[in-house]
């Protein structure tokens, strides 16, 4: 079956960097477009990042653009983002996706697998 499992999460103070990594297994990996969300508790899931399927188109969210970096690495079935200059309010849950829609997508909806997801936290 599809799994995709999140990892790289952490505590860190603010200023700090992060990595995150999905590994993708049971799918065709350069078939699927590919993205981050984050939840924050009490809030909605959030776009945050997007790759398309061969790595040459990605698309940041404003909120996070010129901090976060969204890449793939379609040889070893993975997808990256890197988070630099973390701010509290980064603080959440930060999943990865798999969608098999074409058009770029920030729609939760639009993406057909979903990892577990893994904690970021960021103090002041």
């Known amino acids: 079956q599809v799994q995709l499992v999140e990892s790289g999460g952490g505590l860190v103070q603010a200023g700090a960097s992060l990595r995150l990594s999905c590994a993708a297994s049971?799918?065709?990996?350069?078939?699927?477009?590919m993205g981050w969300f984050r939840q924050a508790p009490g809030t909605e899931r959030a776009f945050v990042a997007y790759i398309s399927r061969s790595g040459g188109s990605t698309y940041v969210a404003d909120s996070v653009k010129g901090r976060f970096t969204i890449s793939r690495d379609n040889a070893k079935n993975t997808v990256s983002l890197q988070i630099d200059d973390l701010k509290p309010e980064d603080t959440a849950i930060y999943y990865c996706?798999?969608?098999?829609?074409?058009?770029?997508?920030?729609?939760?909806?639009?993406?057909?697998?979903w990892g577990q997801g893994t904690q970021v936290t960021v103090s002041s």
């Open positions: 049971g799918l065709m990996f350069s078939g699927y477009a």
């Open positions: 996706a798999a969608s098999s829609i074409i058009q770029r997508t920030t729609s939760p909806r639009g993406y057909d697998h």
